[in-house]
């Protein structure tokens, strides 16, 4: 079982940047790829950014064509993911959920991750 816990969202105006922490518990997480995805009211939830499981020499990070270039995402150990908004924009505004899959790869299908977050909500006003 893995538990994950998002913090860090907030209101913010075009052009600033945010970063939002995903705090993971359970026995294994370090065996988990971690992402982020986010969601707009009436909408799909949409793919963002995800990075690799820990135990690899190199951390590998996927990323969602909308956000490349200006979201970064970071693993410092295996319970801390982070995702650092840069240059935001109003159609960043979305609740965001921090995501866990078994799978070894920082997949952006939407199916493998069997673990959700609650979600933290970002604003982004023009």
């Known amino acids: 079982q893995v538990q994950l816990e998002e913090s860090g969202g907030g209101l913010v105006q075009a052009g600033d940047s945010l970063r939002l922490s995903c705090a993971a518990s359970?026995?294994?997480?370090?065996?988990?790829?971690v992402g982020w995805f986010r969601q707009v009211p009436g909408k799909e939830r949409e793919f963002v950014a995800a990075?690799?499981?820990?135990?690899?020499?190199?951390?590998?990070a996927n990323y969602a064509d909308s956000v490349k270039g200006r979201f970064t995402i970071s693993r410092d150990n295996a319970e801390m993911v982070y995702l650092q908004m840069n240059s935001l924009k109003p159609e960043d505004t979305a609740v965001y959920y921090c995501?866990?899959?078994?799978?070894?790869?920082?997949?952006?299908?939407?199916?493998?991750?069997?673990?959700w977050g609650q979600g933290t909500q970002v604003t982004v006003s023009s």
């Open positions: 990075i690799s499981r820990t135990g690899v020499s190199t951390y590998f």
């Open positions: 359970g026995r294994t997480v370090g065996s988990y790829a």
């Open positions: 995501v866990a899959s078994p799978w070894t790869t920082p997949t952006s299908s939407v199916t493998a991750y069997n673990y």
